[in-house]
């Protein structure tokens, strides 16, 4: 009963992921009348194709082998050597013959469910000699519609070999009075024509038993909901685990954000909101870089720090928006900001050379112009302004 009601569950098709791990445990869809048909097809197809060159090889062989004197009967090694030369010859003929169809009954495998080797099913499986286990399995659905397939091909080859011996037999017994050349063609001709009606019926079922093999499998491989959200949450990792690692990059970053703050410049604040730090060395770097960037707690982190280390900090909205908007971390600052960082860089000079001199330095903190289209927020307001226009 619980394996009934875990099978209802299993409503949704296999993921890709469950097709994958299932042809490395060696479950593929394999249609074993497909094999049989085409091995079988192909020794008629050999047997019509070389008919007049058996024939006539046959007809040499029986000739050959009839073929004796006193001398040979009275050894026995002679005896022994036409047998076992007779023997080679026709391991020769059959081998081809045999090679052929076991390829081509491989080949049937390989067309209905692929390549796939894996040494999996050979290990040792200690589950499957529980015998309650075993019962359950002998009477699954998947067992008894082979069961029942198996026990319909094998009654209709009965019939069909019945209906064949019934309509050739007076044909097979009439060549007892034919002499031997044109024995053996009617004899090869009644095998082509039973073995052929013997490939129609394998052609049938095969054509059936293609698609309802691998109807079959996916219905085993069926998954349910919960083992679908089960796989998704081990492929794409648990979201905790995620977020856990997420924050901890985070903490790592700026964590090494805030320990280049005390070799920058300068730090361009909006009071409260963004900090921006900046460093330009003429000699390493083709314009300014940002090398520390945040808002609101991390800001206020980076302005104490910069302060503690004796960085200048000064207080440019504008500037530190656009920054913070148009910039990341260890990035070259845009072009279109050279301008308004050139004027507070040389601000910070002439304050470190006042410093250095030991004189007063009373020159008022710069205001850059900041274009238009770099400040969020003068966007922001102009969009504001342009929907008030309109709506009035």
Known sequence: MAADSQNSDRTLPATPRKIERARADGQVARSR????????????????????????????????????????????RAMSERMLALATTLLWVLLPIGGVTVLLALGGGLLCGGWNFTLKPLAPQFGKLDPLAGIVRLFSGAHLAEAAKACLLSLLLVLAGAWMLNTLWP???????????????????????????IGLLLAVFAVIDVPLQRQMLARRLRMSFEEVKREMRESEGNTEVKGKMRARMRELVNRRML????????VVMNPTHYAVALKYDE?????PRVVAKGADLV????RDIAKEAR???????????????????????????FGAVAQVLAWVYQLREAVAAGRPFGAPAPMPDVPADMDPLAEVAAGAAAAGGAGA
Request: aromatic letters at 4%; a negative charge; proline letters at 8%.
């Open 33 to 76: 009348d497909l094999g049989h048909f085409l091995a079988l097809g192909a020794g008629v197809a050999l047997l019509a194709a070389f008919a007049p060159e058996l024939t006539r090889w046959l007809t040499q062989a029986l000739a050959e082998a009839m073929r004796f004197d006193a001398a040979q009967i009275a050894d026995p």
């Open 171 to 197: 044909s097979a017994a009439a060549l007892l009075a034919v002499p031997l050349p044109q024995a053996l063609v009617a004899a090869g001709d009644l095998l082509q024509r039973g073995l052929l009606a």
């Open 259 to 266: 320990a280049a703050v005390p070799r920058a410049d300068l």
């Open 283 to 287: 000699a390493k770097m083709g314009a």
């Open 299 to 302: 800001a206020l982190r980076i």
């Open 311 to 337: 960085v200048p900090v000064l207080q440019a909205p504008p500037l530190a928006r656009a920054l913070y908007a148009h910039t990341e971390v260890d990035q070259e600052v845009p072009a279109r900001l």
